[in-house]
Nanobody, 117 residues
Framework: QVQLVESGGGLVQPGGSLRLSCAAS????????VGWYRQAPGRQRDLVAV???????NYQNSVEGRFTASRDNAKNTLYLQMNSLKPEDTAVYYC???????????WGKGTLVTVSS
């Protein structure tokens, strides 16, 4: 079992920045593929960024160059630095962890990011 808790969401003006964190517990964090997803009202949940256990990072095209995902395996924590935020980035952001050895996927409860003036 893996427990994930997101933090760092809030209200920010267009062009501003936020840093999300996701604290993980319950399993060997370094062995997990981890990532961020988001879901805007009335829309499906979409991938924002994923970091494999080997450190490879992939981003959704719309956030490439503005968002930076990182992980600190010593702290069992995943981060998402979001810069140059746009109103269309408004969504609930979810942390995800995939344990490919046991075929399990885990989700946090989400943190709301609102980009508005």
């Amino acid at each position: 079992q893996v427990q994930l808790v997101e933090s760092g969401g809030g209200l920010v003006q267009p062009g501003g920045s936020l840093r999300l964190s996701c604290a993980a517990s319950g399993s060997m964090f370094s062995a997990l593929n981890v990532g961020w997803y988001r879901q805007a009202p009335g829309r499906q949940r979409d991938l924002v960024a994923v970091i494999t256990s080997g450190g490879r990072i992939n981003y959704q095209n719309s956030v490439e160059g503005r968002f930076t995902a990182s992980r600190d395996n010593a702290k069992n924590t995943l981060y998402l630095q979001m810069n140059s935020l746009k109103p269309e980035d408004t969504a609930v952001y979810y942390c995800n962890a995939e344990d490919i050895l046991v075929g399990m996927n885990y989700w946090g409860k989400g943190t709301l990011v609102t980009v508005s003036s």
